[in-house]
């Protein structure tokens, strides 16, 4: 194994990367777009698929928080590219506005409904909070269709939808607290102030969940959780077709066909909603098959694409995803940061050294392992290592 980094402790940036502060990665600058509303027009993805190829090396991925990245990019060549991306209106003018405009947006919303105007509102509200420093992973969704479809997605606050009422909910807590469409960008503004009151980001650092379990709700939680959506699969919805991507990772030629369907969206599950009711052809890059095993893997980028990975990681995952049980999870992840599914997943390889993994049930890639140094081909010779004492 080539190109794997050699220690088990990642390094921790503590701030998600941006289009105007990209991440260097093995294969480039890795340059991510928060889309507005999470979607692209026709125009604005083909053009992104264009601008892919020109400045980077032509993949793109849609990540855990429904933002798409541009891999590949030279450090040289990024100015221009950011430059295009800002006159296709995908790229804030101030990188201190776009680490605070993270704010993921359930994908199935229509114009002029109350997701649109809440997500308008609080993308605003946020523009001139100019005060609110908040750690550079803190994250926002709006989350009000019928039933949330966001929880399994890291938040720290989320907009809801309880009965026929809104709800703030702080991450980790039991319970919410009643708003109104009016009140609720101004109060997930205060709820964010409260979160830095209360000690929730020491040195800039910090999450909502760990903050809640250390002290419980906030003092305005009171009212109940709504339960949440079944799981998302591809079938066709009101707002178009969900597609699979293997990996969230997509082709730029497969990105500029699947456009000329219809505007694109992004969501967290490693699917792109397509705006329209055609069928779609297959493409190399797309899952169309609901019973296609890779919808029961996820894997981050790994050796050599990631300079933090220990070993590999999409192979293994392609190799082992027919046999993930029925229902069941299995997440590979190159190092114990877990960037591909931050949560805890039914089953969760983490490699340790080059092919070499440890093997965690239900639990997050950092947690305690179930099984220690199993090896790339013990694995793929013994796949039922997997769910042995499941
Ligand atoms: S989890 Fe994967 S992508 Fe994230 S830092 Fe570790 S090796 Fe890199």
């Known amino acids: 194994m080539t190109g794997a980094a050699t220690s088990m402790t990642p390094k921790v940036y503590g701030w998600c990367p941006g289009a105007l502060r990209p ?67 995908l790229v804030d003018n101030d990188a201190a506005i776009e ?27 946020l523009l001139q909070a100019t005060d609110l420093t908040l750690p550079g992973k803190f994250g926002f969704a709006v989350d009000t269709g019928p039933a949330p479809v966001l929880r399994d997605t890291a938040a720290d606050i989320r907009i809801e939808r309880n009965g026929n009422g809104f709800v703030l909910v702080a991450d980790g807590a039991e319970t919410s607290q009643s708003v109104t469409l009016d009140s609720a960008a101004d109060e997930a503004l205060i709820l964010a102030r409260w979160f830095l009151a209360q000690g929730g980001a020491p040195n800039g650092h910090g999450r909502m969940r760990p903050l809640i379990a250390r002290r419980g709700p906030p003092p305005a939680h009171g009212a109940p959780l709504a339960a949440p959506a079944p799981q998302q699969h591809l079938i066709q919805t009101a707002t178009g ?39 779609i052809v297959p493409l190399p890059s797309l899952i169309l098959d609901a019973t296609d095993p890779r919808l029961q893997v996820s894997a981050c980028t790994g050796a050599p694409g990631c300079l933090q990975a220990l070993s590999s990681t ?41 092919d070499t993994y440890h093997l965690i049930q239900g639990g997050t890639a950092a947690d305690q392992p179930a099984q220690k140094n199993l090896s790339a081909d013990q694995l793929r010779t013994s796949p039922d290592i997997l769910t042995k004492g499941c």
């Open 23 to 89: 991440m260097m990665s093995g294969d480039g600058l890795v340059v991510r777009i928060r889309a507005p509303l999470g979607r692209l027009s026709v125009e604005q993805a083909q053009a992104v698929a264009e601008l892919s190829e020109r400045y980077g090396n032509g993949i793109l991925d849609v990540s855990a928080r429904a933002n798409l990245q541009l891999r590949g990019v030279t450090v040289d060549q990024h100015p221009a590219l950011i430059t295009a991306l800002q006159d296709l209106g």
């Open 99 to 125: 680490a605070r405009r993270n704010v993921l947006v359930a994908p199935f919303w229509s114009a002029g409904d109350e997701t649109h105007i809440l997500t308008q509102r609080l993308n605003s509200g």
């Open 241 to 279: 077709r969900l597609i699979g991507l293997e990996f969230g990772q997509i082709t730029a030629t497969d990105f500029a066909t699947l456009a000329s369907y219809g505007p694109l969206r992004l969501t967290p599950w490693r699917m792109l909603l397509v705006e329209t009711t055609d069928n």
């Open 314 to 354: 999409r192979a293994l995952a392609r190799d082992l995803a027919p046999y993930v049980p029925p229902g069941s999870k299995l997440h590979v992840s190159g190092c114990t940061k877990g960037c591909a599914h931050p949560g805890a997943s039914p089953l969760t390889l983490t490699a340790t050294a080059p």
